[in-house]
């Protein structure tokens, strides 16, 4: 039988992001055939410049990278890395924009396409995006959403949960893949997770902006840095102090989850600007799982 929150993933429509996200998770839940069956029709929506997963009038230029892990060794991921590190949008740093047709540099990004960079054999441009969006979206390891280019300004200013959780939770992937880029990103990652553990909510959760005691309590980003804490521990990088910060996060969203599967309180699909359900947030309650599994083991 399959997790209930797994079924529900299963049952849910996905973008490109949210398709491969939930790739990352089969294969972190040893599901490596189911992970490739979702890659494979991510292949089947490729576009014609390399981008995986666009359905629709799809306008993210990086967002497709994250099905790309479960593709290695299929021709599809040939184009989708060459789009990725030749032809995509970005700015004169190499930073790469979120949107095709935009200038906007968001958290978002870190995610989607670190790990693939570390699990291609790209690691120094995996640090060069790191650097990149930290230098124009952080805050003292807290990350506002978006940045525009043009204007060198921050277009949502608010330390978002998950801005950071991308961030933080896009590192500790990528640092699997690759462990010898600690030294450059291990300690920033780290950084993250102490930023937002100060600011947790009486509840164990957190505010959908970070900093903000009106906002609503959001619980993607305990589970996104449950994740964190918990691949950080296992591989290594983080003291094993960390470990019970994982599972309280992981204990803080247990009551969130519905009989049915599904993860209640994140920021919901499809504007993601108040409490509902998402592809993204079961996802991401079954790697935290996975990683805090892998301490035990």
Same mark, same amino acid.
């Given at each position: ?12 429509? !996905? ?48 967002? $497709? ?63 060069r995006q790191v650097t990149g969006h930290r230098e124009r979206l952080c805050d003292g390891g807290l990350y506002a959403a978006r940045w525009d280019e043009d204007t060198a300004t921050l277009t949502a200013p608010e330390h978002w949960g998950t801005g950071s959780g991308w961030v933080a939770a896009g590192i500790a992937r990528a640092l699997r893949h690759d462990p010898s880029l600690r030294p450059d990103l291990a300690g920033h990652a780290r950084e993250i997770v102490d930023a937002c553990l100060a600011l947790r909510r009486p509840d ?31 591989? $290594? ?36 600007? !108040? ?23």
């Open positions: 039988m399959l997790d209930p929150v797994l079924l529900a993933l299963l049952s849910m429509q !996905r973008h490109s992001w949210e398709q491969g996200v939930a790739s990352h998770a089969l294969l972190d839940l040893g599901h490596p055939g189911l992970a490739r069956l979702l890659a494979l029709d991510a292949a089947v929506h490729q576009s014609a410049d390399g981008r995986l997963g666009t359905v629709g009038e799809e306008s993210g230029s990086v967002n $497709g990278a994250a099905c790309g892990e479960a593709l290695i060794g299929h021709p599809a991921l040939d184009a989708q890395l060459d789009w990725l590190l030749t032809r995509a949008p970005r700015a004169a740093d190499g930073t790469l924009f979120h949107v095709v047709g935009g200038r906007e540099v968001w958290a978002d990004t870190v995610y989607m396409v670190v790990p693939l960079l570390t699990a291609t054999g790209h690691p120094r441009e995996a640090v164990g959760l957190f505010g959908n902006v970070l900093d903000d005691p009106a906002s609503f309590t959001e619980a993607n980003v305990a589970q996104m840095l449950a994740y964190t804490t918990c691949t950080g521990v296992a591989d $290594g990088w983080l003291p094993p102090s960390y470990a019970g910060e994982g599972r309280s996060l992981l204990a803080a969203v247990a009551p969130l989850v519905t009989p049915d599967g599904l993860v209640t309180q994140v920021c919901g699909a499809p504007t993601f600007d !108040r409490p509902g359900t998402s592809a993204e947030a079961q996802a991401f309650h079954l790697l935290a799982t996975a990683a805090a599994a892998r301490i035990e083991a």
